[in-house]
T-cell receptor
Framework: IAGITQAPTSQILAAGRRMTLRCTQD?????MYWYRQDLGLGLRLIHY???????GKGEVPDGYSVSRANTDDFPLTLASAVPSQTSVYFC?????????????FGEGSRLTVL | GQNIDQPTEMTATEGAIVQINCTYQ??????LFWYQQHAGEAPTFLSY??LDGLEEKGRFSSFLSRSKGYSYLLLKELQMKDSASYLC??????????WGAGTKLIIKP
């Protein structure tokens, strides 16, 4: 049982570098999300996708981009990393229209930008 | 603006009962979630309330009052493994989740 797989689990990155965080789900959920979690703050939505081929901006989209070429994959790209993007990133998925629409989370990717 | 408030940290004793409160002000309401998150791990789903009242699931119960914008998570017979952060989240009128900052629960023997 895999659920949601994120890679890498941890990465140290120089400022200005490009970085892609990978996310793959095997539950065939239609919706996928990228959140960042910082100490003392709630989870903040970066981007989301309600279905393959569509994406939308969340609360904190600047500096990030996503794509949803198929149902299973939802990569998050930092075009030019900055230190304020140091955070733990969680990918999640849900089946919209289900009773609760609960989110299932990946294990997270800890990113440090120096 | 939209806001979810919950205490930053709580301490309780093993075997006791603890209640974690969550108040919310959101544009619309389409359900309230509680998630558990152990340090260094991903959040995991605990409960979902969309109607007023109490939902019981084993040692955990969750209560909702939509008129008061209020929910609580009740944990009974506390165990050391219940030490974690508990996240409250509300689904707003656009079906987007608004998250509280979480309550860190410390269980002492």
């Amino acid at each position: 049982i895999a659920g949601i797989t994120q890679a890498p689990t941890s990465q140290i990155l120089a400022a200005g570098r490009r970085m892609t965080l990978r996310c793959t789900q095997d539950m065939r959920h239609n919706a996928m999300y990228w959140y960042r979690q910082d100490l003392g703050l709630g989870l903040r939505l970066i981007h989301y996708s309600n279905t393959a081929g569509t994406t939308g901006k969340g609360e904190v989209p600047d500096g990030y981009s996503v794509s949803r070429a198929n149902t299973d994959d939802f990569p998050l790209t930092l075009a030019s990393a900055v230190p304020s993007q140091t955070s733990v990133y969680f990918c999640a998925s849900s089946e919209q229209g289900a009773d609760t629409g609960e989110l299932f989370f990946g294990e997270g990717s800890r990113l440090t930008v120096l | 603006g939209q806001n979810i408030d919950q205490p930053t940290e709580m301490t309780a004793t093993e075997g006791a009962i603890v209640q974690i409160n969550c108040t919310y002000q959101t544009s619309g309401f389409n359900g309230l979630f509680w998630y558990q998150q152990h340090a260094g791990e991903a959040p995991t789903f605990l409960s979902y309330n969309v109607l007023d009242g109490l939902e019981e699931k084993g040692r955990f119960s969750s209560f909702l009052s939509r008129s008061k914008g209020y929910s609580y998570l009740l944990l009974k017979e506390l165990q050391m493994k219940d030490s974690a952060s508990y996240l409250c989240a509300v689904k707003d009128s656009n079906y987007q989740l608004i998250w509280g900052a979480g309550t860190k629960l410390i269980i002492k023997p």
